[in-house]
């Protein structure tokens, strides 16, 4: 009988070793790239620019936990659209880009490293080029008294800056009248020859029905035939409601005073920010109203861009509560930030008191109305505040 052969002891852990290395590659594998990846450093998100203006686009990039080598290429793009390459140094890459097309702009830079290539992504906002600021005033004070002194500082003012646009709106007997008024006539015949603008009060009832259509046709007919087209230059829808289902009511109006002339302005007032589509049934729009404390924070975005790719004149803010000169020249500053694309401002000193339906800030001007207009000028012209 054949001796029966048996397996060493010792080959039973060699063929695992075997196995082992032979389940890890046997140890001969390039180690894997490190992981490529971009970040923006200019511009800020959600800034906004000017259409034209030049941008400083700027990224940072990386492999692994180093930034990438010298000279290595980034693409910029905007909307899709090629802005451009720039090489890196220090990992750093940047370029300068014309701001071109209004609105919501997606900004993209990509690299690629070894094979692999990372994108990162910003949106900014690009407004049309801004108009001077101008002043709209609420001169819903009677020319007598202080009141003749306050229309006389209006045409004073207006003839004294005749590069800052002041538009009064002119306000009799609520805007409800079957006459002309002769002091209101004589006050804004004297402000307009000055270069001033007018334009006529209307409430509206947010669109609720409390004031009919033709209650308000009607009322704005009435300052053409009395007060006269040479005089009203359009109209302050006051009282406007700011939801979809009130649209077609101003629709209406918008359409009926354009009807009249279509050069009329039509200025609505929601006092807050409406649904976009206001912007259709409406010239410009008061998408602020109130204090100034709450104004310290006003900006469109990142809930209202559409009033971002709208011309700056389309956008007015009455601010109220605005104690102090210093103050004043603050909030003009505010307002005239590309982020806050307001082409009308009006700032008072005098109060209200929301709450407690308290107060009246638009019965008369504030005691620094000259230097408002001034600063408002020195804005524009990009000079030296005037001193308070």
């Known amino acids: 009988m054949p001796t029966r052969r048996t397996t060493p002891t010792f080959f039973w852990p060699l063929l695992a070793l075997a196995g082992g290395l032979a389940a890890c590659g046997g140890g001969s ?3 894997a790239a490190p992981a490529v990846r971009v970040e ?7 800034s906004v620019a000017n259409q034209g203006q030049t941008l400083a686009l700027a990224v940072r990039a990386f492999a692994g936990d180093a930034v990438v080598d010298n000279g ?3 693409s910029f793009s905007a909307n899709a659209l090629s802005a451009g390459t720039a090489r890196t140094q220090t990992g750093q890459a940047s370029l300068s880009w014309s701001a071109a097309p209004v609105g919501a702009v997606t900004l993209q830079a990509s690299v690629s490293v070894s094979g692999q290539t990372a994108s990162a992504q910003r949106t900014v906002w690009v407004r049309p080029t801004p108009q001077p600021l101008e002043v709209l005033v609420p001169a819903y004070f009677y020319p007598s008294g202080n009141g003749t002194r306050d229309w006389e500082a209006l045409a004073t003012a207006a003839q004294a800056q005749p590069g800052v646009r002041i538009t009064a709106i002119l306000n009799p007997a609520n805007g409800v009248f079957t006459s002309a008024d002769a002091n209101i006539q004589r006050a804004a015949s004297a402000f307009t020859a000055a270069g001033g603008a007018v334009v006529g009060y209307v409430f ?14 009607a009322n704005i007919d009435a300052y053409l035939s009395l007060y006269g087209r040479g005089m009203v230059s359009g109209f302050f829808i006051d009282e406007m409601a700011a939801t979809t289902d009130r649209l077609a009511f101003y629709r209406a109006i918008y359409d009926h005073i354009k009807s009249r002339d279509p050069a009329l302005r039509v200025i609505g007032n929601p006092g807050m920010w409406p649904v976009a589509d206001y912007a259709t049934v409406a010239d410009t729009l008061v998408t602020f109203e109130g204090r100034n404390s709450a104004f310290r924070t006003y900006a469109p975005l990142p809930n209202n861009g559409w009033m971002v790719a709208q011309p700056n004149r389309r956008n007015a803010v009455l601010v109220h509560d605005t104690l102090t000169c210093g103050d004043m020249q603050a909030a003009v500053q505010r307002a005239a930030l590309a982020s806050s694309n307001v082409g009308h401002v009006f700032m008072t000193s005098l109060e209200y008191d929301f709450a407690t339906n308290t107060g009246n800030p638009w019965a008369g001007l504030p005691p620094y109305w000259n230097t408002l207009v001034q600063t408002v000028g020195a804005v524009n012209q990009g000079t030296a505040l005037p001193a308070c």
Not at 204 to 217: A, E
Request: a neutral charge; aromatic letters at 8%; charged letters at 20%.
């Open 72 to 74: 290595t290429v980034v």
């Open 40 to 46: 923006f450093l200019q511009p800020a998100p959600d």
């Open 204 to 217: 509206t009832r947010y669109g609720t029905g409390t004031r009919s259509l033709d209650s308000i046709r």
């Open 29 to 31: 594998s390039e180690p």
